[in-house]
């Protein structure tokens, strides 16, 4: 699961806003966001990226949030 669309609307951007400054088509956004498809790690970093760019302070960990978080001994 990944936080995209929570952290877009959190901050008001709008997906097409979104996949214009990735530049990507917005179903390629739309399938990642609702869990259709797993981007790749560059696909995320570069959506971290964007997210950053408009002025969302976010890390990879806080859009796409580990599934299993591994604790020291």
């Known amino acids: 699961m990944n936080r995209i669309a929570e952290l877009r609307n959190k901050h008001g951007i709008k997906q097409k806003d979104l996949a214009e400054r990735l530049g990507w088509p917005s179903p390629r956004l ?5 869990g259709l498809r797993t981007p790749s790690l560059d696909a995320s970093r570069a959506i971290v990226q964007a997210l950053r760019g408009l002025g ?10 580990p599934k299993n978080k591994v604790q020291a001994a």
């Open 56 to 65: 969302v302070d976010c890390t990879l960990d806080d859009v796409f949030p």
């Open 30 to 34: 739309s399938n990642y966001e609702s």
